[in-house]
């Protein structure tokens, strides 16, 4: 069908049922130039959300992992995490699995080939599922099982998709030289642990785990903390010996400094030494005195000096953040409108061309429903003057977003013939096909005669 | 059409083709309880973004905003701003405009009734457009113009839709007592005013518009500062009055902070002191020590030193901003899906019941594109063995996603007559579709023969 422009069109402000345009964006282009963020998603963050997506439903068909363990099902078995095998000392697995208490997907650590001692005990662990902040791999049980065919204990935790292990850090690749430009990163990792180190000696505990194995790197330079409470599993620790365990925990995290530089741990003060000096070269004071301070050679690390050492780099940290934050806002921004339309439309396609309507008065040329039909036409088979196809994804958004609302706006939908009009407002529209739709979904929730 | 639950379904892993899981959120309930935001977007974050998307558009027939003022369209007058326009000593009206130049929506301050006197100049304005800090309402560009009917300046800012002013806090209003659990609120305010003045005193600049009536409190708790170089247009600062200021902003945010326990701005040091000697009963020393140091009532108040003081609890602002940053994550996740699904519906949609197509081979019951129609009834039309209509959200969207991703799984459609049946895959279904449609919009664009 042929549709003259409307005039009734410009009766409603058009743009308000468009797509809104986008937040304010830190960035001014000459106008001449659009890229690809202007229309859609940023790309990194897409394919982020798209890899995460893929990782929470990935399943082999894998028969040597049993079908339940405990509550959870749906094992996916993700490999053998050797790194963090060594760090624990034990053989270390890894699990996706789902909960048959909520549905959710959680990681399963399995520590295979292991009984526990009559001095380890897995109620040391709920201390640590307490902790609650937004750098820690929250844990909430750990039992024993027999399900995997020998003696595992199976730490579970919170399941974070595609995070990298600190060791897969581009500036660990041998090939790079550490310059000035990564101390803002290095202030990103040092900051981020500092904040996850807090949060576990708040709580009277210490970490034990700092280490490039046990440290995820997620989107956006996220830093992770996972396997948390495993080590005071395996092998707790005397009251009086927390406070060195703590201590500890820093100078782990500036052992992962010098591992930046060295390109692997240090294995003696030498070592620490020699990266100090290669690190003076290159980066500002503030972060030399605070790495100083991590390492804690002459006295005992603590944590608020160490904070107040990093002074305003807080502020900076904070910033980087807060624009991460804008990013995601940005993002939601454009993706918020798309659900309302797909529902729309799939009410829509439900009512098109149902073969049962075909002998319903309602449907027929007379009837009322004929609108929604005539209406679909009006939305996706428009033609122009000269009969070619109309292809306007901005004319189906508005046209949705009209219906969805229900605007008082009038349009005249033609018959298939042209012999017929009939003036009809959006509003009409939308009640003909909620009616409609109620009346299928009620058909369909019938109980059968028998 | 009855469709048999098919057996091929189940060799493609059916969850693959679904909306996936969450990410990990920080809560475990019981397994009976379920939360509206399991399912969709948090309330508050979708509404939210609704109420920014429907300010970035609303619009109203206003005759007395010019159509154009220099490059600026479309104006939208927002309200005089009677608080703002006290303490720029002008009057002061806000609109929201959109740029020529790239189509973005900016916000426009208009001093009206003023001309520019021999010190005052428009180019000092440039030097805070500079500034680049998440907490800043960037500024593009500053004119006068007669566009308005009398001597107007503009000054042209980032729009941030739906912020509300610092004064419009709860905690402002007569009848709230401030409390124990508002100190993270004061912390998140100091903190967060503290990363502004940092960014603009690093360019060797003073605020001078640390006012609550300059503060936009925008969603989760964000502080904007908009309005930053006007002060300098009107007020030029000699070069030795600028540490000065930097100082007086300090105090400005130490004064926000008594205008909370006040209800209302300071107006002498005994409010100050009331003030202060009224939270020392409340908040914790740490606090009452920041306060006193941004006041500089001894001293002049110096960032490092402040910030040294906050100490520890700059973390506690990152790991809010890091939760707020993992919410629109997870809203993200669940509907970035969607957009894909949109533009597949409309391309099935347009390809559906065309009337050019009734003559054509192709789409005839015999030809390869009927495969389309028949698919459309797969999806939309199935009844059950009772002949009931199946309603069915999941399978819709499983095989929407199949055709999207064009799997190799095969499925039988089955014409409307039950008289002929096809076994084809999703991927060339896929091929069929992607086909017809570039051949549509291929039509839709041909130079029509005259």
Known sequence: MYYQPSAQASTEPLQYHLYVPRPPYKRRLPPHIREPADFFL????????????????????????????????????????????SVLGQHVSQYRATSSDNGMSYLLL???GLILGPTQSLKLFQKFTRISAPGVINGYEAFTTQAFGDHSVVFVYDFYPVGQSFWMLPQLS???????????????????????????????????????????????????????????????????SVQKAQADDFRAL????????????????????????????????????????????????????????????????????????????????TEVENDRLVRL??????????????????????????????????????????????????????????????VDESIMLVSRDERSCVIVTYAKIKELVDNAFNQLVRESAKVPLH
């Not at 330079?221 to 009086?240: C, E, M, T, Y």
């Not at 049962?356 to 005539?374: H, K, M, P, R």
Request: glycine content about 6%.
């Open 42 to 85: 940023e790309t990194d963050l897409h394919l982020n959300l798209l890899q995460k997506a893929e990782a929470m439903v990935q399943t082999v068909h894998d028969y040597s992992v049993p079908d339940t363990v405990s509550s959870y099902h749906s094992l996916h078995f993700l490999g053998v995490d050797e790194a963090m095998g």
């Open 110 to 112: 399995r520590l295979s």
């Open 174 to 240: 041998i090939s790079y030289m550490l310059n000035a430009k990564d101390e803002s990163d290095l202030w990103l990792y040092i900051c981020q642990v500092l904040a996850i180190l807090r949060a576990v000696h708040k709580q009277k505990l210490a970490a034990r785990v700092v280490s490039g194995s046990m440290i995820l790197v997620d989107f956006q330079k996220r830093l992770r903390l996972n396997g948390l409470g495993i080590p005071d599993v395996l092998d707790p620790l005397s009251a009086d």
């Open 254 to 333: 500036a052992d992962l400094v010098f591992a930046l530089v060295l390109k692997g741990l240090p294995r003696s003060d030498d070592d620490r030494n020699a990266a100090l000096d290669s690190m003076k070269a290159v980066f500002s004071s503030e972060l030399i005195k605070v790495v100083m301070a991590l390492r804690g050679a002459d006295e005992e690390p603590k944590l608020d000096d160490i904070v107040r050492l990093c002074g305003t780099r807080f502020i900076d940290v904070l910033e980087y953040q807060m624009n991460c934050t804008d990013a995601m806002e940005r993002g939601l921004m």
């Open 345 to 406: 439309l799939c009410k829509l396609n439900y009512l098109i061309q149902r073969p049962e309507f075909a002998n319903d008065d309602n449907w027929s040329a007379q009837g009322t429903n004929y609108l929604i039909v005539l209406f679909h036409d009006y939305v996706f088979q428009q033609v122009d003057e000269t009969g070619k196809p109309v292809i306007d994804l901005g004319h189906v958004l508005r046209c949705l977003n009209k219906l969805d609302v229900g």
